[in-house]
């Protein structure tokens, strides 16, 4: 009995203890008879992060207040929910892996590093009943891949829809000092196969391929002076000819207000892309002398964070046409008053189609490239 009852001191003792200690495991690992408690002590060392990465739904009901002209929702409320869900599924995964599943320290949050292909299948009616999932598929160091998907139910005739789909990559973050961030690094995901894993070490590479190919030109765009002539907001367009890339070229400015902004201080993401959203249909719109609409978003990429009070613009222009639709890029730059510093904080491709007052998609006029229009001078 003697014997019982000090074993049991010993377990009580070692189930309190916040981390194993690797002196009491190796004991237990050379007694053979106590291989179960070992296990044990293991597992507490080496949690299961799967479940963490369990599917995160956020549930909405369309009301009129969501409804533009159009009787849609617009895409600025769509990016609202699914920028709400990404941050919900990254910061349940990190803050509930790290320091022992402590979900007070409020400071951690992602940042929100890119979107690759953006697509708005269909649009939200009135009483629709909305999903939106989110699931982190990859983790590397400092980043997570979140897969997002917007599914509307109409509750009527009980119909699901997907609506929406993009996958997202953020970056793992913690304010200190108030207003100082840092980048983190992230508990690793356990996968399911190792395919899982190889597939989306695949996809993280590809991304930090085009990371690194934006940084450069975030780094060309530092001194100010390229990236006044790349994307002048002031431009004269009766100097150039219709359907040039300079006569469509768009700008919109905004101040960053404390609506737009996390608890942090910094801009959300949903506030940048929606001032891009509604400047590339300007400017597409303005090339094709009709409405045009949104078809998806191919690439985002941020690269500096934009602190309340801030002067964001952007600026809007064709790259490209095809028979109904049109690739737009975008550039968003924010200037911080009171340093006077203008910053390159986010540049994306957006694809557009023309369409008549009816919906139907309608020819889009050929751009006039500099070639041609050289010939035209001619």
Same mark, same amino acid.
């Given at each position: ?26 004991? @237990? ?21 799967? +479940? ?39 910061? +349940? ?49 400092? /980043? ?6 917007? @599914? ?87 100097? @150039? ?29 949903? /506030? ?37 009070? /801030? ?7 064709? /790259? ?59």
């Amino acid at each position: 009995m003697a014997s019982i009852n000090v074993y049991r001191r010993l377990w009580t003792t070692l189930a309190f203890l916040p981390k194993p200690s690797t002196k009491l495991t190796g004991f @237990f690992c050379k007694n053979n008879r106590h291989l179960n408690t070992t296990t044990l002590l293991q597992h507490q060392r080496e949690p299961d992060y799967t +479940r963490f990465a369990a599917p995160v739904t956020l549930k909405r009901f369309i009301q009129p207040r969501y409804i533009d002209i159009t009787g849609n929702v617009p895409n600025s409320e769509v990016l609202k929910m699914m920028e709400e869900a990404g941050q919900i599924a990254v910061r +349940r995964y990190w803050i509930g892996n790290n320091n022992g599943g402590m979900v007070g320290n409020t400071t951690k949050f992602g940042i929100l590093a890119g979107i690759q292909k953006f697509d708005f299948r269909q649009p939200l009616f009135p009483e629709d009943y909305v999903h939106v999932k989110a699931i982190v598929n990859f983790v590397s160091q400092h /980043s997570l891949e979140v897969k997002i998907d917007v @599914f509307a139910e109409d509750l009527s005739v009980h119909e699901r829809r997907l609506t929406n789909s993009t996958t997202v990559w953020y970056v793992a973050a913690e304010v200190f000092e108030e207003t100082r961030v840092r980048i983190m690094q992230l508990p690793p995901l356990h996968y399911d196969c190792p395919e899982d894993k190889n597939e989306g070490h695949t996809r993280y590479q590809l991304q930090k391929e085009k990371r690194m190919t934006d940084h450069q030109l975030y780094i060309d765009y530092i001194t100010g002076r390229r990236l006044n002539d790349d994307w002048n907001s002031n431009i004269d367009h009766n100097n @150039f000819p219709k359907h040039t890339v300079q006569s469509s070229q768009m700008a919109l400015d905004r101040i960053i207000q404390a609506s737009d902004c996390s608890s942090f201080g910094f801009s959300n993401a949903t /506030s940048v892309i929606e001032l891009m959203d509604t400047t590339a249909v300007m400017a597409a719109s303005k090339h094709c002398d009709n409405p045009c609409k949104t078809l998806c978003i191919d690439s985002i990429t941020f690269h500096h964070p934009i602190r309340i009070d /801030s002067l964001l613009t952007t600026v809007a222009k064709i /790259s490209s046409t095809s028979e109904h639709t049109l690739n737009v890029e975008i550039a968003a730059i924010a200037e911080e008053f009171n340093t006077g510093q203008r910053h390159f904080v986010a540049n994306a491709f957006f694809k557009l189609i023309s369409m008549d007052k009816n919906g139907n998609p309608i020819p889009v006029p050929p751009l006039i490239t500099i070639a041609d229009l050289q010939q035209i001078r001619l």
